[in-house]
């Protein structure tokens, strides 16, 4: 279940749908609250849009403050990994720290 605060938040109220289904598919593996090794990969991603729109999707999460990148998948072909974070609680505000998201490796 997400949080009220979540949704009711600028943040959320931001993402276009596309990232929002990503957010929701990526909480749906979180197993615990400090859980620190999610992965949605391009492969699972393309089963409902677009790698451009998936990629995207990432960007505006990242952006938001929802995720975080742990892992950038790539030179090892190994699957992205992400965290949930809670940087979107700043979001809008003068302390909001922006994430950076890395190349990220299509999983094909």
Same mark, same amino acid.
């Given at each position: 279940?997400l949080? #009220?605060?979540? $949704?009711?938040?600028?943040?959320?109220?931001?993402?276009?749908?596309?990232?929002r289904?990503?957010?929701?598919? $990526? %909480?749906?593996?979180c197993?615990? *609250?400090n859980?620190n090794?999610?992965s949605?990969?391009?492969?699972?991603a393309?089963?409902?849009m677009? $790698?451009?729109?998936f990629?995207?999707?990432?960007?505006e999460?990242?952006?938001?403050?929802? $995720?975080?990148?742990?892992?950038?998948?790539g030179?090892? %072909?190994?699957?992205?990994?992400f965290?949930?974070?809670?940087?979107?609680? &700043?979001?809008? *505000?003068? #302390?909001?720290?922006?994430g950076?998201?890395?190349?990220?490796?299509?999983? &094909?």
């Open positions: 279940m949080p #009220n605060e979540l $949704i009711d938040s600028k943040a959320w109220q931001e993402l276009s749908c596309y990232a289904t990503v957010y929701i598919e $990526i %909480r749906r593996k197993k615990s *609250q859980d090794n999610l949605y990969t391009y492969r699972e393309k089963k409902i677009h $790698i451009n729109t990629a995207k999707a990432l960007r999460l990242v952006n938001n403050g929802l $995720i975080d990148i742990v892992r950038s998948g030179l090892y %072909r190994k699957c992205n990994i965290s949930l974070s809670d940087r979107w609680k &700043f979001y809008d *505000q003068e #302390n909001f720290k922006t950076q998201l890395k190349v990220l490796d299509k999983d &094909f």
